[in-house]
């Protein structure tokens, strides 16, 4: 649907965003992560077309632009304007016919149940509702790509839940969606794919379900600091280590969980727990952030 290729923009001598290529095809949810400053706005302002980039270029993977809806992570709205007459006015601006905007302004409310708030003026409005407004209003005109900079940010759990239901069920349409969080949680419950950023690069890229199908490994926590077993136990395979009373198993060692089992017991360890695990997005975040650091 969008393709990024090779796509460089710099804020005078900081490069925000480093040769970026990839592409979105329709119906993805793609989730951007990456720490503070990694460069996830300035890509979504990119693609959005709020700034050009120095290099590269974005374009439509089929020739003709798709209508894009873009939530902010900073708000700026009229405050005193209520909510109601807001997405009236953005309806406007994106060419919604006048016998259709109540309909159109009324749908975008029920989506981010924000129908009940519909009258109040925004100034009156509490965080978790401006971002309700936020994305109300990116949904208006039902644009094919949603690029939503932190969908959640100031939501109570139950809104976080909402709005990772409301993104799921947008994506389950057809809509193509672009998101960025902090919340790893949110980023595995809601997306498809995901690509991690740091510094400007791009250091992870993959579908969600390849991430989460890597290394599965197996633990085994013991009653005792495995320590003066430790030589012995990590001689059997180098994917097998120790931490304090817990073993870890990974990949082909996986193989061996009944030997180390049968060993330990011999050795008088007393097995608490045993449990078959996968990676986690928290570990895939952790390595792509580390490799940078350490690269
Ligand atoms: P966060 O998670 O904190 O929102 P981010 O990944 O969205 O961060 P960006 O806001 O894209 O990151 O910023 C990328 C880099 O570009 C940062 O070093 C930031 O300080 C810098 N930057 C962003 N906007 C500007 C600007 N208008 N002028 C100069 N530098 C900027």
Not at 24 to 37: A, E, F, S, Y
Not at 118 to 146: F, N, T
Not at 246 to 253: D, G, M, R
Not at 262 to 290: C, N, P, W
Request: charged share 20%; aromatic share 6%; with cysteine.
């Amino acid at each position: 649907m969008i393709t990024i290729d090779n796509v460089t923009k710099r804020y005078f001598s900081l490069i925000a965003v480093d040769r970026v290529s990839f592409t979105v095809p329709r119906g993805q949810v793609l989730g951007v992560l990456g720490p503070n400053g990694a460069g996830k706005t300035t890509l979504f302002k990119l693609i959005a077309g709020f700034l050009n980039p120095d290099s590269g270029e974005i374009r439509p993977t089929h020739g003709y632009w798709p209508g894009i809806g873009y939530k902010p992570e900073r708000l700026l709205f009229p405050n005193q304007m209520r909510v109601d007459e807001y997405l009236a006015m953005i309806a406007r601006l994106s060419n919604i016919s006048s016998n259709a905007i109540e309909q159109t302004v009324g749908d975008a409310l029920a989506q981010v149940k924000l129908l009940d708030s519909s009258s109040k003026h925004i100034g009156q409005c509490s965080k978790g509702m401006r971002q309700r407004l936020a994305l109300a209003q990116s949904l208006i005109g039902a644009p094919s790509v949603l690029l939503i900079d932190e969908p959640s940010n100031g939501l109570d759990p139950e809104g976080q839940a909402d709005v990772q239901r409301m993104i799921q069920r947008i994506g389950a349409g057809g809509q193509t969606v672009l998101m960025s969080s902090h919340q790893l949680g949110e980023v595995t419950q809601t997306c498809s794919h995901l690509i991690i950023l740091k510094q400007g690069r791009i250091h992870y890229r993959g579908s969600m379900a390849e991430a989460l199908a890597l290394r599965p490994h197996v633990t085994i926590q013991v009653d005792q600091e495995l320590q003066p077993a430790e030589a012995m136990l990590t001689s059997l395979h180098p994917d097998i280590h120790i931490d304090g009373r817990q073993i870890t198993l990974s990949n082909e060692a996986i193989r061996l969980r009944r030997y180390v089992l049968s060993l330990l017991v011999g050795m008088g360890f007393d097995i608490v727990g045993v449990a078959q695990k996968r990676t986690t997005l928290e570990e895939i975040y952790a390595e792509a952030v580390q490799w940078h650091n350490g690269s």
